[in-house]
């Protein structure tokens, strides 16, 4: 049992590039989140899913696609990557919707960089 | 307009003693609020969570309280340990549609 895992773990783009960080979970959830954490801003909700087939925006979705084709993955998408967007990118997965679930996981993170 | 706030940043404590972090919100309704643990480095590992119909929740040695009044959560570690010396968030389910939103956390140091 893996729990959520993130792929990859570091990556530095340049401006203007394109990239998919893939999420996944084996623990059979519903619910998938994609946040990203800078330095003073906390954790923010760019997007997320409530099932298969499904994604909604958060709080911060501009210059995101994200992608649930599978109930096990949740694919984000930079189309056109900008210095703005180096963040820290983690993946969430819960049973239940997040605010009442009893547990919600958290991935180890992606740590990317737009030169 | 609506925010989440940790009391410090950074909290210093003597080995052995009572840790309490404070989550305060202004403009939320919120009906659930959890804590979560980070190191560096590292994802949000989940504490706990407590309903806006609960006042004090435990688990171990950590307690959470929940004053819907005061609009504050306090977070409590009893006979803390270096172990304990981490990142603490807060998070309430304030924007509705499935939102979680995050304080900027809280780093705790236990001193030895």
């Known amino acids: 049992n893996a729990g959520v895992t993130q792929t990859p773990k570091f990556r530095v783009l340049k401006t203007g590039q394109s990239m998919t960080l893939l999420c996944a979970q084996d623990?059979?959830?519903?619910?998938m989140y994609w946040y990203r954490q800078d330095p003073g801003m906390g954790l923010r909700l760019i997007h997320y899913?409530?099932?298969?087939?499904?994604?909604a925006k958060g709080e911060v979705p501009d210059g995101y696609n994200v992608s649930r084709l599978k109930k096990q993955n949740f694919l984000l998408g930079l189309e056109s990557a900008a210095p703005s967007q180096t963040s820290v990118y983690f993946c969430a997965s819960s049973y239940s919707w997040a605010g009442e679930a009893d547990t919600q996981y958290f991935g180890p993170g992606t740590r990317l960089t737009v030169l | 307009s609506q925010k989440i706030e940790q009391n410090s940043e950074a909290l210093n404590i003597q080995e052995g003693k009572t840790a309490t972090l404070t989550c305060n919100y202004t403009n939320y309704s919120p009906a659930y609020l959890q804590w979560y643990r980070q190191d560096p480095g590292r994802g949000p590992v989940f504490l706990l969570l407590?309903?806006?119909?609960?006042k004090e929740k435990r688990k171990e040695r950590l307690k959470v309280t929940f004053d819907t009044t005061l609009k504050q959560s306090l977070f409590h570690i009893t006979a803390s340990q270096p172990a304990d010396s981490a990142t603490y968030l807060c998070?309430?389910?304030?924007?509705?549609?499935?939102?979680?939103?995050f304080g900027k956390g809280t780093k705790l140091s236990v001193i030895p």
């Open positions: 407590i309903r806006e119909n609960e």
């Open positions: 899913s409530v099932g298969e087939g499904t994604t």
């Open positions: 623990m059979n959830h519903e619910y």
């Open positions: 998070a309430l389910d304030g924007t509705g549609s499935y939102q979680l939103t």
